[in-house]
């Protein structure tokens, strides 16, 4: 069973920044490309960054620069590297894997950059 575990997540002033980790489980991590997202409050879902098993990483747009995906295939984890947090990266932050035709989510984890 895959299971998606997110943590890291808390309350931080602007500018500051914040450490994502989520730990798999139930998948041949080496092979899968992980993700991440997030939820704004009164927005849908949007995606964030990926990594691929060979390491290649993508990002939306705007989030270029500020936040760094990583991925830990010794221990079964995924980061994300946060940094120069602003208000409206308030939110909550899921992991993600398309894993054999089926999409997976952690429960999330909330981030809250006060300003």
């Known amino acids: 069973q895959v299971r998606l575990v997110e943590s890291g997540g808390g309350l931080v002033q602007a500018g500051g920044s914040l450490r994502l980790s989520c730990a798999a489980s139930g998948v041949n991590f080496k092979i899968a490309t992980m993700g991440w997202y997030r939820q704004v409050p009164g927005m849908q879902r949007e995606w964030v960054a990926t990594i691929s098993s060979g390491g290649g990483t993508n990002y939306t747009d705007s989030l270029k620069g500020r936040f760094t995906i990583a991925r830990d295939n010794a221990w079964n984890r995924v980061s994300l590297q946060m940094h120069s947090l602003k208000p409206e990266d308030t939110g909550v932050y899921y992991c993600?894997?398309?894993?054999?035709?089926?999409?997976?989510w952690g429960q999330g984890t909330q981030v809250t950059v006060s300003s």
């Open positions: 993600h894997t398309f894993y054999y035709g089926r999409n997976f």
